[in-house]
């Protein structure tokens, strides 16, 4: 799929829609969201979601047959990064994780039948879906190392094993398993992805982990998932036999950046909140907390490094656009940390320009506070990506790295 | 009151006996206080806090004849650190916050009959209490500028205004109210304080203020208080009239090494966590995270920053005994927001060497990440104490600096 | 002038010019350079730079009427990256500072005259100049609060007063001076920049200022400067009578991204020479030190920020070239106090990989180090920079802040 | 040796006379020693040294019969605060690295006659000495790796090998050489070490090594040596044969926390410079840095950091006196790597708020800036300590770890 690069014009349209609807639409329910979870509002969303989907403000990543808007992965950045404003905004443009990133696994890697049957409805928002990988016992940073297993019998892969921190699986329909299937392949081909819906049978919802306080419901929440001899059709295999790892590499890389996409959205609105908080509250007549230079430079530095990221996270994007993923894993994995750093600063620093009102749940700050902590685990720990730049960096001095040296 | 130091065999004894009870006892209320909140285990907590009240592991700073350890502030910061760490220790040995500080001052200001009808039941544990001083629309590092007022009208004051983040309110027995009683005066002799029971007329329990996630309950919670008309004896008048700041300046003092003590022991426990997961979470088979020299230096960093709290908190506890704690404000100070970062920082390392289980909730250390947050917030700013420090710093180079002064 | 932006065929055919000649001509200079200071290599110096100036490889900012490159800012900031990565990079393309901010003002504000007998032979390198406007007993950050006064007498301005960190002043041929002229005027029209012939009666080279251990020579040199009656002809005044803020502003404004462009080269280097030695220092026997996590966490780190600086950097360009630099003066300020940050952690983890070879000379690191702790100093202090940028940030929130405010 | 703790009195009054002298004796002289470098005040020093003798105000750490004033680890250390205050200190004091390093080892480790003929002049001060144990091929932190060798050959150590980084070589009396006498015993018991006359036929003063700008001279400089079939008697073994690893772990142990001490003086003279630069400098009429935040919170910092500092450095010291330092391994590491980036920071902040001031060498800051860069390379770089405290606290978790694993 060849992706056109918009105008200035055209983007510049583009994100001040997405600008007011966020605004006016999505934001007022934010409130909600945090009191009632994802549940208590799903209504109110799906129908926000219908409404843009007819507007052609939907799925900005899909190609324009699966009714998205097939934007460059530069012109998606910058859409992103207004999305991330709110907590709800890529959901409600029918992009959020998990399910952006199992579209475009199944884009690139599904069967035209699995096209038909999983990538259609999701990408026009019918179902949800997950995808299950990391496990309990093995360290989600050594994705060769896996205990699930699947094995063809009788035309059916028969998958058993146990996944930890499976997003958005409560009330998907289907999920994207990681399994071994190959245990005498070389380690990183072992493993294969299997498309599995959730009511086949031995598919077992075990849990909701509590994350930050919270076991939450629907798309905001992260189960734990049992297959006890769960049985799905052979054709469901995605990709090819003993691909995972490299299917999985493939849905990260990309996945990272927007992931970075969506911080720089928090931090813009985080930035916001404060500099309003700065004019607004007075901590004497007349005299504003901006009036105060620590307050002051917490405000420049935010701006410098919230303004360093976006262009990083744009370069990775166009670097992406020009020269593929692959290429530049180093842009990508650099970003990653990076930029999960500037997002705890600035939320950090926003919260304490707020005060006490900064840790109560009447700004967004305490939520996205919470839950971005994450922000340096998900998708590798920072520590396994940045032992990852420094070995293709020393690569290229001539200092050849395992993957396991330390 | 002289307060006798421990031996360090006394000592030693003393933390033993606190740890075992910590971790036989009360540790294994922790999962069941994050899922039911304090409601959900008062019960057990009364039955633990009868058990450790007749043991005479009881209101660690109180008079022997209170009920109490009489213990020196030393020996109270090193049990404090033990207390620590479980987010329940201080509520069963009977000195949590708010009431320890509000025992304090009815211990230093309180009149006989007072003492005799808020402190006697509170040292006692049979009720709860709350201290009312900040307000929504003023901001808390200013204490001199406050909206809400009390008036003496036919032998009763009369309150009237709204406080915001009372902590412990839902459910406590009476509060101490920080109020304008003489608008006239000068900045700092303008406002008193007042003991109102919760029953008074006029005492509106408004909301309880979502905090991080959730409202909480109980002693585990924040409230909105509207002072509506509401009346109390003049006789509830605390320490002198328009002494109210000076009362608040004597109470937040010491309570902020209370407040670092508690840290120091939080921070030991996250430690401890993540000592612990470092041993046992493999990466690779037979290669644990602390092979990684990435978590060895996390561990090696935390360690001399904890142990740098830790003689900082002692240090200053040691200067209360000897030179009080006016005398030794800046070493109160500096300690606050010293620690403070340590505590961050220790929480934040653990979360990340625990990966994706340091967010949920099946570890202590997300509930720890969330709540104290505010450790740069309560009782002062951390940015509110670095200005102090300064200023009284830069007095002794011959420079004098009003508090305004930015 | 209008300047054409370079195509990207002529760009990387600059660049690899540069990076060869500086390898291959100028970076074997450099340890003498150490040793024997600027008047050791001038005569070595002055030669290489006739090349260069003959290969049209000179002054890269400075019209083609005078022998310059005339390259856009983004073009020279690309450029000057490179040259950044020797110390002696600037001076031998004909754009050191301070010559290089004092030749864009005599193009900019210079009469027919001026320039004939003062700008003509700075572009062409025949002579050096220096700019006098830090005063020992003002603030740097102040420059409306001056002491140098010039005042008009027979047709000749006579200037009393002291200078203090006038680079450069050593072996110059004229200096730019800022002086009050007009004392009765508003604070920002009392000053005025004149020219000022270093043989001129009264101009007293006091003394060489000792910095970070070295007096220095030459070009690399600080003086203190006294202005005794010193007597220039009326006809030296540069720019408006009371226009000195405004050009001050006028030059230095640029000049913090001429900086920041210089010490992203200087981060470059340290950032190769890190990688260069993790690659063939052995801790152990067949164990280089980029084995080592901690060695691989600093490379990974510093690629991020060395990455993101570059990229602000050139952002900044970018603005200068299409809005200007007064509507860039955000970002010009924030890129100023951001990349001397990196610049600071990525020279201090450069020398920690060096181990003991690092702090000395043997490598470039340890005057890069002695002499870049500056950066956070000249053209404005940090803080200086990032009052200013919340000031133009909060006002555009409402809240108006004057220049003298905390 | 029984070292007896002073009273409170009895220290106040050697560290009042302490001071007292430095700041009317020593602290003059400091100018000229960055203008003239040791050789320029040598004389000057010898004589207040032999001032120090007389009034017993001398070599704190030895015992009396050797001269000294038998002080306790922990008297040591708030005396060598006092000294670290001036970067002549130690020096005039008696107690230098190296020499007090050396005296250590002679004294614990030295026979009779080695003592007669070493250790006694050491002690008096009548020569200096040197300890020649890295190389320039060999990571510094792997002290088991190393290419010197000295073989027994008709009743002589004939010594071969380069040496680097022999600080105080330039005049030194004698050197302690560690060199390989056993190669085919154990990894820890190859080494020994060798008392060598710098007359000794085979020395080669090979080159003083410049160091951040200087080659310095005499006690103050860095050299590298050449040993070429240098002969000493067989009895110049110091300690037992093989043992060299052992003698040096012994000498580096408590001599990281004799660095700790003189960097916590260091700090103190760098705060106060910076307060009285703050209450001193205007940045405009009447206003001083002091009235502004940003220098307020540094202040503040710093102050926290020492004090912390040096809590943690007198614990270190209480714990040598009582445990010994095996027992105190853990730390005195962790305070290696804690005051080292205490020290850094210090001297950072101090010189930002002097601005340009704070680079020249009007003040000690820009000395203390250079030389003290090295604080966390010498004695072991910062990593290799956190990667060591941390292999020792995982052990009592159960985790065994050997030395080189990352």
């Given at each position: 799929m060849k992706r056109t690069k918009m105008s200035p014009e055209e983007q510049a349209k583009l994100i001040e829609d997405a600008r007011v609807f966020l605004e006016e639409?999505?934001?007022?329910?934010e409130a909600r969201f945090g009191a009632e979870g994802f549940a208590g509002i799903e209504a109110d969303l799906e129908s926000l979601r219908g409404e843009l989907r007819e507007r052609g403000?939907?799925?900005?990543?899909?190609p324009k047959t699966l009714g998205?808007?097939?934007?460059s992965f530069l012109d998606h950045a910058r859409l992103s990064r207004e999305l991330g404003k709110s907590p709800l905004g890529h959901y409600v443009f029918g992009c959020p994780a998990p399910d952006a990133g199992n579209m475009e696994l199944l884009l690139e890697f599904g069967s035209e039948a699995q096209q038909k049957e999983f990538l259609e409805p999701l990408a026009r928002g019918d179902v949800r879906s997950c995808f299950s990988m990391?496990?309990?016992?093995?360290?989600?940073?050594?994705?060769?190392?896996?205990?699930t297993t699947a094995r063809l019998e009788d035309g059916e892969w028969v998958i058993n094993g146990r996944k930890w921190f499976?997003?958005?699986?409560?009330?998907?329909?289907?999920a994207i398993v990681m399994a071994v299937t190959d245990p005498d392949a070389s380690t990183y081909a072992r493993a294969s992805m299997i498309l599995v819906s959730t009511d086949a049978p031995g598919f077992i919802h075990d849990r909701l982990i509590p994350v930050m306080g919270h076991t939450g419901s629907g798309w905001a929440s992260h189960s734990e998932i049992v297959y006890d001899n769960c049985r799905v059709p052979e054709a469901n295999l995605l990709g090819p036999r003993g691909g995972g790892f490299l299917l999985a590499q493939s849905r990260l890389g990309p996945g990272r950046i927007h992931h970075a996409m969506r911080w720089c959205g928090i931090a813009e609105r985080a930035f916001d909140l404060m500099c309003k908080r700065a004019v607004e509250r007075e901590v004497a007549p007349g005299r504003p907390l901006g009036t105060r230079q620590a307050v002051q430079h917490f405000i420049a530095e935010c701006r410098a490094k919230i303004d360093a990221a976006i262009l990083y996270v744009e370069h990775a994007a166009r670097s992406i656009d020009e020269r593929g993923a692959s290429a530049s894993r180093t842009e990508i994995a650099c970003v990653k940390f990076f930029v999960a750093d500037v997002l705890s600063e600035v939320l950090d620093r926003a919260i304490q320009v707020h005060g006490a009102l900064g840790v109560t749940d009447d700004t967004p700050l305490a939520a996205f506070y919470r839950h971005e902590r994450a922000a340096h685990i998900y998708d590798g720990a920072d520590e396994v990506h940045k032992t990852a730049v420094a070995r293709w960096i020393l690569r290229e001095y001539g200092l050849e790295l395992n993957a396991q040296s330390k």
């Amino acid at each position: 799929m060849k992706r056109t690069k918009m105008s200035p014009e055209e983007q510049a349209k583009l994100i001040e829609d997405a600008r007011v609807f966020l605004e006016e639409r999505v934001m007022p329910l934010e409130a909600r969201f945090g009191a009632e979870g994802f549940a208590g509002i799903e209504a109110d969303l799906e129908s926000l979601r219908g409404e843009l989907r007819e507007r052609g403000l939907w799925a900005p990543q899909m190609p324009k047959t699966l009714g998205g808007m097939e934007l460059s992965f530069l012109d998606h950045a910058r859409l992103s990064r207004e999305l991330g404003k709110s907590p709800l905004g890529h959901y409600v443009f029918g992009c959020p994780a998990p399910d952006a990133g199992n579209m475009e696994l199944l884009l690139e890697f599904g069967s035209e039948a699995q096209q038909k049957e999983f990538l259609e409805p999701l990408a026009r928002g019918d179902v949800r879906s997950c995808f299950s990988m990391t496990e309990p016992d093995r360290a989600g940073s050594n994705p060769a190392w896996m205990e699930t297993t699947a094995r063809l019998e009788d035309g059916e892969w028969v998958i058993n094993g146990r996944k930890w921190f499976t997003t958005s699986a409560d009330g998907a329909g289907f999920a994207i398993v990681m399994a071994v299937t190959d245990p005498d392949a070389s380690t990183y081909a072992r493993a294969s992805m299997i498309l599995v819906s959730t009511d086949a049978p031995g598919f077992i919802h075990d849990r909701l982990i509590p994350v930050m306080g919270h076991t939450g419901s629907g798309w905001a929440s992260h189960s734990e998932i049992v297959y006890d001899n769960c049985r799905v059709p052979e054709a469901n295999l995605l990709g090819p036999r003993g691909g995972g790892f490299l299917l999985a590499q493939s849905r990260l890389g990309p996945g990272r950046i927007h992931h970075a996409m969506r911080w720089c959205g928090i931090a813009e609105r985080a930035f916001d909140l404060m500099c309003k908080r700065a004019v607004e509250r007075e901590v004497a007549p007349g005299r504003p907390l901006g009036t105060r230079q620590a307050v002051q430079h917490f405000i420049a530095e935010c701006r410098a490094k919230i303004d360093a990221a976006i262009l990083y996270v744009e370069h990775a994007a166009r670097s992406i656009d020009e020269r593929g993923a692959s290429a530049s894993r180093t842009e990508i994995a650099c970003v990653k940390f990076f930029v999960a750093d500037v997002l705890s600063e600035v939320l950090d620093r926003a919260i304490q320009v707020h005060g006490a009102l900064g840790v109560t749940d009447d700004t967004p700050l305490a939520a996205f506070y919470r839950h971005e902590r994450a922000a340096h685990i998900y998708d590798g720990a920072d520590e396994v990506h940045k032992t990852a730049v420094a070995r293709w960096i020393l690569r290229e001095y001539g200092l050849e790295l395992n993957a396991q040296s330390k």
